[in-house]
């Protein structure tokens, strides 16, 4: 999309969505520092956002492993970040305060670095011919993060299994990770990358379920719902499609 020779194109598209995702971290380190958001839907917001901006960038990149590869340097590099910052090794407090919960630096080794490598990985690997990048993605952003903020203001009635999760947590999951699936569903098909279909979108939606489901069991909170949700989608889209 930007320029003839490919190698440059890619090159190009890799330096234009750096720049987006910085300046779009750099946006969410300054809401933070201003107090603009409370810090746990700050931090929320982040999640969403970072995950979906970034693959909305990647019809900007050639097709095949050099394509996908150079993409997910992006991620990669905040897979370093993420490193360097939990480790104490750079400090940067605007960093900790929009993406911890608690304001520790080593949180960000936690589920902050599960969600980068897990971005990476999807990108990576499947890329946007596979519907299970889109369905790794998109519930682990859009579903897991509005989990968190519908379950804290609506989240009165809670699950049986698991007293830390509620009901409208897990619906809205499910809802926001079918619906942001099915929405890159056809944006990716008016490249040619997919080929929409009520197959693919029902194969979503059930994706979407299983991985709310997954993300209300106790294990998910005891290890940490980044790997656990990502792991459900893996497996179940490697299944559906």
Not at 50 to 72: D, H, K, Q, T
Request: net charge positive; proline share 3%; with cysteine.
């Amino acid at each position: 999309m930007l320029h003839q020779h490919p190698l440059l194109s890619d090159l190009y598209a890799t330096f234009v969505t750096l720049t987006i995702a910085l300046s779009l971290l750099r946006l969410w380190e300054e809401t933070a520092k201003r107090g603009v958001f409370d810090q746990k839907l700050n931090r929320k917001l982040v999640h969403i956002s970072i995950g979906l901006v970034f693959m909305l960038c990647w019809p900007l990149f050639s097709s095949g492993y050099r394509g996908a590869w150079l993409a997910a340097l992006t991620p990669g590099v905040n897979i370093i970040r993420m490193l360097l910052v939990g480790y104490g090794i750079w400090k940067d407090d605007a960093t900790v305060k929009s993406m911890s919960r608690y304001g520790d630096r080593r949180e960000l080794l936690k589920g902050p670095l599960y969600y980068a490598i897990t971005i990476t990985v999807a990108c990576g690997i499947y890329w946007r011919a596979s519907p299970i990048a889109i369905a790794t993605i998109c519930n682990l952003c859009a579903g897991d993060g509005m989990a968190d903020i519908v379950g804290r203001r609506f989240g009165f009635k809670k699950i049986p299994y698991n007293r830390n999760k509620s009901i409208a947590g897990s619906v809205a999951m499910a809802l926001f990770g079918f619906l942001s699936s099915l929405g890159f569903m056809y944006y990716f098909s008016s490249f040619g990358y997919v080929r929409e279909s009520w197959y693919m979108a029902l194969a979503f939606l059930v994706v979407s379920v299983a991985s709310a489901f997954v993300e209300s069991l106790p294990v998910s909170t005891d290890l940490d719902d980044n790997l656990t949700v990502t792991l459900a989608s893996v497996l179940l889209g490697s299944v559906l499609f």
